[in-house]
């Protein structure tokens, strides 16, 4: 693997002209390899979301005590998430992925054998952790993979994640849920595999050269702090009603499935499995068209675009429940490689502490989002969440306060 990793760089420049240096060209390759990592450890992440109903059986858990479960995952890794990638964007650290992954094995290992909830949750931090070292560190690969092709990158590393994250209930509804908690272990030779894959991605990263020190507090060159930090607030809002909305999806759709539909939990998991199909589908798209048209386009119908569809997926039938949650997927899912390239582009230089500090918060808003919501579930219904989360993507308005950084961008270079 490691010769084919460094196999299409050795041909490119051996190809380029002795008077200049050769074009940056998209490593797919690497790409590939660090999208089929993500791939591996989001579906451990979205088996342990996936497995709630059997949890729930097995240890007389409320919805408040399954939100919990999502809140210490999540909040585990979203706290760790920006420092990891703020020292790392300082100190890079090669080899952190197979180690980080380390840690997400453990927790596998632990929740297999768990005798109670608090067991359950050391091991849901354990799995959190893991991940607080891999989105960081991954998504930087992905940059210096991509050839100035940042938001195919963003978009191909994720995708790997979000088809993780459907196949995660499918593993779950044909090998868990039949065999039991202990069954959990058999998901740890997937940790296995990534452990060997990231290695030898730690290898390629290891040799590529150290990129040009930024200096501190340096920004984009066209806007001031105030824009900067601004346009932060806003996309952190932006990610804020993303994950909140999704955390109503991928915690307790299958609930709701189960109680309004009278689905069975495996006929549930596989509409979920739809479900993050689609998003895996809408992340595909959305980084590709932001690098054509412009990012803050792809924010403004990924956010506010979906806002018709969650208001009436309350009030559809079965079959337009499923209608509504795969459009719901694609179009929801579509923003957030824009969102994470915008911010890169920002703040220069910050790409690990930009990653970090936006998957984190993208987890972190998915585990307050499960806690709260289902204290909402066990006060009201399952039904009653999905009834005010439909209102969430109507914050997709704020967009209209980002600044256009690609034409400013463009005007600049016009200028020069």
Sequence with gaps: MQTSLDNRQTISAAAAPATAPA????????????????????????????????????FALSFAQIGL???????????????????????????????????????????????SFGVLLVAAALVGCGSSVFHPESSRVARMASGGRHGLAQSLFQVGGNAGSSLGPLLAALVIIPHGQHSIAWVSVAALVAIVVLAQIGRWYQRQPAPRKKSAGE?????????????????????????????????????????????????????????????????????????????????????????????????????????????????????????????????????GMVAGLFFGLAFGMGGVGAAVLGDIADATSVAFVYQICAFLPLIGVLTVFLPDVEGRKAAKQRAA
């Design 69 to 115: 479960i999502t809140l210490t995952y999540q909040i585990t890794a979203s706290l760790l998430q920006p420092l990891i990638g703020l020292y790392t964007d300082k100190r890079p650290l090669p080899f952190s992925l197979p180690v980080g992954m380390g840690f997400t094995l453990s927790g596998l290992l632990l929740m297999s054998a768990a005798p």
């Design 23 to 58: 074009p940056a060209r998209t490593n797919y390759p690497v790409l590939g390899a660090i999208s089929f990592s993500h791939l591996l450890n989001d579906m451990i992440q979205s088996l342990i979301l996936a497995i709630y109903p059997m949890l729930k059986a097995n």
């Design 219 to 351: 920004r984009h060159a066209t806007l001031s702090r105030r824009q900067v930090w601004l346009a932060l607030g806003v996309l952190m809002l932006l990610v804020f009603s993303k994950y909140f909305y999704l955390a109503s999806i991928t915690s307790y759709f299958t609930f709701y499935l189960i109680d309004k539909f009278h689905l069975g939990v495996q006929a549930a998991q596989l509409h979920l499995f739809i479900f993050l199909a689609a998003v895996a589908a809408g992340t595909v798209i959305g980084g590709p068209i932001g690098d054509r048209i412009g990012r803050k386009w792809v924010i403004w119908v990924s956010i506010l675009g979906v806002a018709p569809f969650t208001l009436a997926l309350p009030h559809a039938n079965l079959f337009w429940t499923s209608v509504l949650s795969v459009i719901i997927g694609v179009v929801l899912a579509s923003a957030f490689s824009a969102i994470i390239v915008y911010a890169q582009e920002l703040i220069p230089g910050k790409v």
